[in-house]
């Protein structure tokens, strides 16, 4: 839990507060823009939620922060009913599952609600309201892992639902050896229905982006820079090789016609929805910059 004793003096006067355990994983300024900013290398109240809305997405990241940072003085009661309302609907049947997970700084993961069986994207914590919830929802079938560093707790929800789980072998490691699915090489390869692992190094040796009708689950691979309204990559964060990184995003280009996307999901930074042309000409875009770093 939050401390008020930590409370970070960058904060706003109100009940919301961050504490100084906060490592700036951004969770909260994309899920509340409104409310939570950065000051100082990490992230902190730059206003009270102004109507019942903007509180609502406050008390969501909260519940959200990976590191329990966030917190209200005196305590506020909605946050018990804010807990239990993750996973929340994004569009159709993808719902964002909140409880980011410290070993993953904090990285988004996503639930997709299915006919033919029910699928996390990466790992967020095993935290019991969430887990209640996934049971009431239908359960969990596959879990799609897009690399090595957002596994977190995938053994103990594969425990509990019996999932199997898919991850390039590149990305195996001493934590992830189990895996069931563990996928070979670089071409696309459909692991469920509807449903394509196109595998993308760069950001990590086995990075992969899951194709999912109009969605693009990307991972670390490709997101979404909110203030300068483009698509971006991170070549401060990618730990492999920026040229594989650069060529991998060159294919998601390349194969436009066979999976177009007009949502980007990713780890990192908010959601994002376009048309699919404009998708298209800001991947495009992407492409140009990346080649020229």
């Given at each position: 839990?939050a401390r ?14 961050v504490d100084a ?7 909260c300024?994309?899920m509340a823009?409104e ?7 990490q992230?902190?109240?730059h206003?009270q939620?102004?109507?019942?809305a903007a509180r609502?997405?406050?008390l ?7 590191t ?6 005196p305590?506020d009661?909605?946050?018990a009913?804010v807990a239990?309302?993750?996973p ?11 409880y980011?997970a ?7 993961s996503?639930?997709?609600r ?8 990466d790992?967020p914590r095993?935290?019991?309201p969430?887990?209640r919830?996934?049971?009431?929802m ?14 977190a ?12 789980r898919v991850?390039?072998?590149d990305?195996?490691g ?7 699915v563990q996928?070979?090489g670089?071409?696309p390869?459909?692991?469920a ?5 196109v ?16 969605t693009?689950?990307?991972g ?7 203030d ?7 070549r401060?964060a990618?730990?492999?090789?920026w ?5 991998s995003?060159?294919r998601?280009?390349?194969?436009w016609?066979?999976?177009p996307?007009?949502?980007?999901l990713?780890g990192?930074?908010?959601p994002?929805h376009l ?7 800001d991947?495009?875009?992407?492409v140009?910059w990346?080649?020229?770093v």
């Amino acid at each position: 839990m939050a401390r008020p004793a930590l409370r970070r003096p960058q904060n706003v006067p109100g009940p919301l507060y961050v504490d100084a355990s906060c490592i700036d994983c951004g969770t909260c300024m994309w899920m509340a823009p409104e409310t939570f900013g950065e000051a100082d290398g990490q992230s902190a109240v730059h206003a009270q939620p102004g109507d019942p809305a903007a509180r609502d997405r406050a008390l969501a990241a909260l519940v959200a922060c990976p590191t329990a940072s966030i917190g209200t003085d005196p305590p506020d009661p909605a946050v018990a009913d804010v807990a239990a309302s993750f996973p929340r609907p994004v569009a159709g049947d993808v719902h964002h599952c909140g409880y980011h997970a410290e070993s993953s700084f904090g990285a988004a993961s996503w639930f997709l609600r299915r006919p033919e069986g029910n699928v996390l994207v990466d790992s967020p914590r095993f935290a019991a309201p969430l887990v209640r919830r996934l049971e009431e929802m239908g359960g969990v079938d596959l879990m799609l892992l897009t690399h090595r560093d957002d596994v977190a707790d995938h053994a103990r929800f594969a425990e509990r639902f019996g999932c199997r789980r898919v991850l390039h072998a590149d990305d195996v490691g001493a934590r992830t050896r189990d895996v069931e699915v563990q996928v070979q090489g670089r071409h696309p390869v459909e692991v469920a229905p509807g449903i394509t692992a196109v595998p993308v190094p760069g950001h990590t040796r086995g990075h992969m982006v899951f194709h999912a009708g109009e969605t693009l689950f990307t991972g670390d691979h490709l997101a979404w820079d909110l203030d300068a309204r483009r698509l971006v990559a991170f070549r401060r964060a990618c730990w492999y090789d920026w040229g594989e990184q650069t060529e991998s995003m060159r294919r998601l280009l390349e194969a436009w016609d066979e999976r177009p996307f007009s949502w980007v999901l990713p780890g990192h930074g908010d959601p994002v929805h376009l048309a699919p042309e404009a998708m298209r000409a800001d991947l495009r875009r992407l492409v140009s910059w990346m080649e020229g770093v």
